[in-house]
């Protein structure tokens, strides 16, 4: 079951705040978080585990909501180096596959 | 430590031809998986393998194929190409045992073009 992620796209000036988003209509076992820039590789940001554990990366933090659900991944004070497309993906209860949202695209300005 | 290699990064084949893909995990990893990157469709599932098993399956065509060997190193095969399988192949590691709560690794992909 694909997750849903929001907002699809996004443009921001340097220095604000951002918020994606990532749905998924199933239990959530882990929701994974990664930003790929255009012709490279997704890289690791991110990984929460039900049950609290998270591992993570500096300057970047989420949040996730068992009850809903769902996970948010905040950019805080972004950088032009903070743009790029931002994936989530989600494991659900009974299904060990690690399926990916549609994608995020943050685009920073100066 | 050398990331997940990807070999080819670039290749054309033409409708009705067949294609295989290499990837090179980082070393001491021993979970592999592939991932099918397209436009507006992010990354979509293919297979996930451990120990030259494979553990999960994703929902394309029997064309599409497989295979862990014992070094870790992983193959996936394409045949009878149609003009929608061209797209960015992504290959994966985790050092788990899993993907789901391990961080995984990505290649930077190869870059397959069916004309």
């Known amino acids: 079951q694909q997750p849903v992620q929001s907002p699809q796209a996004v443009i921001l000036r340097e220095g604000e705040d951002a918020v994606i988003n990532c749905s998924s209509s199933?239990?959530?076992?882990?929701v994974h978080w990664y930003r790929q820039k255009h012709g490279e590789a997704p890289v690791f940001l991110m990984i929460?585990?039900?049950?609290?554990e998270q591992k993570g990366h500096d300057k970047i933090s989420a949040s996730f909501n068992e009850k809903k659900q769902q996970s948010s991944l905040y950019l805080t004070a972004s950088q032009l180096s903070y743009s790029g497309t931002y994936f989530c993906g989600t494991a659900n209860f009974g299904n060990e596959k690690l399926t990916f949202g549609t994608g995020t695209r943050l685009t920073i300005i100066p | 430590k050398a990331g997940v290699t990807q070999t080819p990064r670039y290749l054309i084949k033409t409708r009705g031809q067949q294609v295989t893909l290499s990837c090179s995990p980082i070393?001491?990893?021993?979970?592999v998986s592939w991932y099918q990157q397209t436009p507006g469709q992010g990354l979509q599932f293919l297979f996930e393998?451990?120990?030259?098993?494979?553990?999960n399956k994703g929902n394309f065509p029997g064309r599409f194929s497989g295979r862990q060997f014992s070094n870790s190193r992983s193959e996936m095969n394409v045949s009878t190409l149609e003009l929608g399988d061209s797209a960015l192949y992504l290959c994966?590691?985790?050092?788990?045992?899993?993907?789901?709560?391990?961080?995984?690794?990505f290649g930077e992909g190869s870059w397959l073009t069916v004309v």
């Open positions: 994966a590691s985790s050092p788990g045992q899993d993907f789901i709560g391990n961080t995984i690794y």
């Open positions: 070393s001491g990893h021993r979970s």
């Open positions: 199933k239990a959530l076992y882990s």
């Open positions: 929460l585990l039900k049950g609290g």
């Open positions: 393998y451990f120990s030259e098993t494979q553990r």
